[in-house]
């Protein structure tokens, strides 16, 4: 099945950048670039594209227009996946982007354009509606978290925090197994150790855990 693509960017070089990666791909079209939040609204309204790729800012305002339109495709288009870009990590965009939900969401740093293949694994799994955040997302989440709510957080490893990190990128344990340089049985344990320190349960392969982890970090009160 071929996944249909919009992209916003007011980056002109980089939208192109970004359009170009995308066309040598099989089983990808771009069905529509835009330069502002007003010129993207209509592209989906129009072509209704699996996953929206978008910058945070864009005019008109260069605030949060890529929020607005998240906000905009989960009330009209719930199945719409889209992916937000940015130069920085900033946890509290991430918070706003998962407040209703991690299905079909992204959160990307600029940084990772370059690699088309880590592009595509975000893209492929939030239009199949998991969902994608940049490793150091996570780390900020990990650390906000850390220092508002509580010592749990403290209590993982590093090891368990590039486990949870290539969890929420969406990938599998065998994935995370490769990685990282471990056997599938270190993965899990891993994983176990993960949860159990955050007092969360649930099936290591299913979505809803590695949502209800998004979830969990996302409600650090800092920024």
């Known amino acids: 099945m071929t996944l249909r693509i919009a992209i916003a960017e007011d980056n002109f070089l980089v939208r192109e950048g970004v359009r170009r990666m995308f066309a040598t791909e099989s ?17 989906v309204d129009n072509e209704k594209p699996d996953v929206v790729l978008t910058d945070i800012r864009m005019p008109p305002q260069q605030t949060d227009e890529g929020i607005q339109a998240a906000e905009y495709c989960r009330q009209h288009y719930p199945d719409m996946g889209v992916i937000l870009l940015s130069q920085y990590a900033e946890s509290r965009y991430v918070r706003v982007l998962l407040a209703q939900g991690t299905e079909r969401r992204g959160y990307l740093l600029k940084e990772r354009i370059a690699d ?11 239009a199949k509606g998991g969902s994608a955040l940049d490793p150091k997302i996570v780390e900020t989440l990990l650390q906000v978290r850390s220092r508002d709510r509580g010592q749990e957080l403290r209590r993982l490893t590093r090891r368990e925090r590039e486990v949870l990190a290539a969890m929420a990128e969406g ?6 197994a490769e990685k990282l340089y471990l056997s599938s049985r270190g993965v899990e344990k891993h994983i176990n150790s993960i949860f159990s320190k955050l007092g969360l349960t649930g099936d290591q392969q299913a979505h809803p855990r590695v949502r209800a982890v998004l979830l969990y970090l996302s409600e650090g009160s800092g920024t």
Do not use: K, S
Request: no cysteine.
């Open 171 to 176: 990938h599998t344990n065998a994935v995370i």
């Open 27 to 43: 089983g990808l079209e771009v069905v529509g670039v835009a330069a502002d939040l007003p010129e993207l609204l209509t592209i």
């Open 116 to 126: 088309i293949d880590d592009l595509m694994v975000g893209v492929r799994e939030v």
